[in-house]
């Protein structure tokens, strides 16, 4: 993977993005326009944090399309420790794009879901968290904010002008007596979860179907809060084992990983056997590849490695 060339001239050094296969060449001429609705709105997030026996890494990139067209990130993470450091609490968020006010609802989304889930885990066993009010409660939050902003009536309104799929995890810090972290997994939309096994073949287990694996005509067709399904909301509960990693991620990264058995899947999958520098796991999370050109965000909760060296 390159990290280094040269500029469309072919003489002045430039720093590029990492490519996986063809990178297209919109990765290096795109010129970043920003959007001036939104100046406070930053292009790039990244963290690293240790809590208990895990590593956390996270980053949000804007998209290539987005910084063609100079409209504002639309993803958004937020991530967590219960006071006690015994739970990692992760929520990420993709905005929908039609939405101009969807990185709003994604905002509130995570913040909100971060907040209400550490009050839960406060009282309740990740087990026994009855998710339906949790929803609700986030579906709430976005419809009073697109109401008292800008006049949404109803849900309906709501949702066209700031919408957002969401994907909550609450998450063990420290393993179980046999060696176990369980992860408990709630989705909206198709942001995904999987389990990287960096020792293992297949590498990348989905926790959910894959999007559009196998469909014969693609569809981009999410399901988005504020319109949160009715009735039983579906858990997943996963059990990590050894030095497997639970990674979260928008389709800005699932859509080009698919299934996980390509060049993208193989490539992360290296890059991440370990918890990378913060800065580094920002450039990967951001790495090109031909026609993808969505935002790009990732949560990554690896146990603590024997060693701190990559």
Not at 24 to 53: H, L, Q
Not at 217 to 238: E, F, H, M, Q, R
Not at 242 to 260: H, Q, S, W, Y
Not at 293 to 301: A, E, K, M, P, Q
Request: aromatic share 6%.
């Amino acid at each position: 993977m390159k990290g280094r060339g040269k500029d469309m001239d072919g003489k002045t050094p430039v720093i590029s993005p990492i490519a996986i296969g063809e990178a297209g060449r919109a990765a290096r001429a795109v010129v970043a326009v920003s959007d001036g609705r939104f100046p406070e709105r930053c292009d790039i997030a990244v963290s690293a944090s240790r809590i208990g026996g895990v590593e956390v890494r996270a980053a949000s990139v804007r998209g290539l399309s987005h910084r063609h067209y100079g409209t504002v990130r639309q993803d958004e993470y937020t991530v967590v420790a219960t006071p006690d450091d015994r739970w990692v609490v992760a929520a990420l968020a993709d905005g929908v794009s039609s939405g101009a006010y969807s990185h709003l609802a994604a905002e509130i989304v995570t913040r909100t879901a971060c907040a209400v889930l550490t009050e839960e885990l406060a009282r309740n066993h990740p087990a026994d968290i009855e998710w339906g009010p949790v929803l609700r409660t986030l579906a709430d939050e976005v419809r009073g904010c697109a109401a008292e902003r800008f006049g949404a009536r109803d849900d309906r309104e709501a949702s066209v002008l700031m919408a957002t799929t969401g994907l909550f995890a609450v998450v063990a810090a420290e393993p179980d007596a046999r060696g176990h972290r369980v992860a408990f997994v709630v989705s909206v939309g198709d942001t995904s979860a999987w389990v990287l096994r960096p020792s293992a073949e297949p590498a990348w287990l989905p926790l959910q179907a894959v999007k559009n694996h196998d469909a014969a005509v693609a569809s981009s067709a999410t399901d988005a809060i504020p319109l949160v399904p009715d009735g039983p909301v579906p858990v997943i509960t996963a059990e990590l084992t050894g030095d497997e990693v639970l990674v979260l991620m928008t389709d800005g990264v699932g859509d080009p990983l698919g299934a996980g058995a390509g060049e993208v899947g193989e490539s992360l999958a290296t890059a991440w056997r370990t918890p990378p520098y913060a800065m580094a796991f920002a450039a990967e999370v951001d790495f090109a590849r031909k026609s993808f050109d969505d935002d790009r965000t990732v949560v990554g909760i690896w146990p603590v490695p024997d060693s701190a060296e990559r």
